[in-house]
């Protein structure tokens, strides 16, 4: 049976992913403090809860099931992926003389580098996402199995509320460890923060899976959202950065979740259609924007003199504007053939040939 597409949940991705583009032109910094803290509370952790919400329970082994869709709908992605962006950016060092790719690193160790980030699994640019959700469904699958299906409900929802706090708290510690150990350290550092972002993904993706059952189950989802917004917004008062995260996250899927079910028409607004629209290809702009787009763009507009004149801010913004029209550009032309769907997750067939290859079961 196919599952009709939610909407509600493309639209909280294409939000995300926008903030994601918004982010990576217009420096934090130029923001305020309360919409920037915003911004970091809701769109990573607002993926990783949707992905949760999505996860399909109804396997025979979830786990190694699991594991084998995520393999091909995210692992094979992140190799091919990882390759093309060593060679891109080699090309745009190399042959155009291109420093806008990175700010510490250039030429040759900008090459090794890349090398270094695509095998150790830490992620060239926006690709450290790919391992990190596979390991978060790894984490997801093993916590369902032996826990959530092992206990009755109320009994596995408490555990999840201790490991969901834990993860949080714990994480938060880690991120901090991060950036202490930044200068000398900066590889140990990134596996830290890599460790930090498997942790916060696998709670907030648990959140999603529990968020699910509620729905399922017809509990009214709006006192939940707003009860989590109060909580956020106390948070933010008291400076409890973490906390301000979970809430905040939590309340902004909720509320969304609701708000479509109740208002349908919604989703056929001519300005919430765009945003769908970048929901269900928020992965392909993930991506293409910041390994391929935005270093040639920035590249372009820095020789440019009326651009280089402008405020920062103003900068920013064009940028912004720049990249997710060229991406979404991009991304429409790549969808029409099959090999980069399949690359993206999305084409059955070329998936099908390869998992019969990759995963042949024997026959009896």
Same mark, same amino acid.
């Given at each position: 049976m196919i599952r009709e597409r939610d909407a509600s949940l493309d639209f909280i /991705?294409?939000?995300?992913?926008?903030?994601?583009v918004l982010c990576h032109c217009v420096p934090y910094e130029m923001f305020p403090a309360f919409i920037s803290d915003t911004f970091e509370a809701c769109f990573l952790r607002s993926f990783f809860c949707v992905s949760g919400y999505l996860y399909y329970t109804k396997r025979k082994n979830p786990l190694n099931d699991t594991l084998k869709s995520k393999f091909l709908s995210l692992i094979i992605p992140?190799?091919?992926?990882?390759?093309?962006?060593?060679?891109?950016?080699?090309?745009?060092?190399?042959?155009?003389?291109?420093?806008?790719?990175?700010?510490?690193?250039y030429g040759i160790n900008l090459l090794y580098r890349d090398i270094f980030c695509a095998v150790s699994g830490i992620g060239i640019g926006t690709l450290w996402f790919l391992p990190v959700l596979f390991l978060t469904y790894a984490?997801?699958?093993?916590?369902? /199995?032996y826990i959530h299906n092992k206990l009755k409900l109320i009994y596995a929802v408490a555990i999840w509320v201790i490991v969901f706090i834990a993860l949080n708290f714990i994480g938060d510690y880690l991120k901090n460890i991060s950036e202490q150990i930044?200068?000398?350290?900066?590889?140990l550092s990134k596996y830290v923060f890599l460790v930090y972002r498997?942790?916060?993904?696998s709670a907030f993706a648990l959140a999603g899976f529990?968020?699910?059952? @509620?729905?399922?189950?017809?509990?009214c989802?709006?006192?939940?959202?707003l009860s989590f917004l109060c909580l956020s917004i106390f948070a933010h008062i008291f400076d409890k950065i973490v906390c301000f995260n979970i809430f905040t996250c939590l309340c902004t899927v909720i509320l969304i979740l609701w708000g479509f079910k109740k208002f349908k028409? @919604?989703?056929?607004?001519?300005?919430? /259609?765009?945003?769908?629209?970048?929901?269900?290809?928020?992965l392909s702009i993930m991506i293409y924007h910041y390994i391929f787009l935005l270093p040639i763009e920035q590249m372009i507009l820095n020789k440019i003199y009326l651009f280089s004149s402008l405020h920062t801010y103003i900068q920013g913004w064009l940028l912004f504007a720049l990249n997710i029209i060229t991406t979404i550009i991009m991304t429409c032309f790549l969808n029409k053939f099959d090999i980069f769907n399949f690359f993206m997750g999305k084409s059955g067939k070329y998936k099908e040939i390869l998992q019969n290859k990759l995963f042949k079961e024997k026959v009896s």
């Open positions: /991705k294409g939000i995300c992913i926008l903030i994601v992140y190799i091919f992926f990882s390759i093309f962006a060593i060679i891109w950016h080699a090309v745009l060092t190399f042959g155009f003389g291109c420093r806008e790719i990175s700010d510490s690193y984490i997801m699958s093993i916590y369902i /199995k930044e200068g000398n350290y900066s590889i498997v942790m916060y993904g529990y968020i699910r059952i @509620l729905k399922e189950k017809n509990i989802m709006l006192p939940v959202g028409s @919604l989703n056929q607004s001519k300005i919430i /259609k765009p945003i769908i629209y970048c929901g269900k290809n928020s």
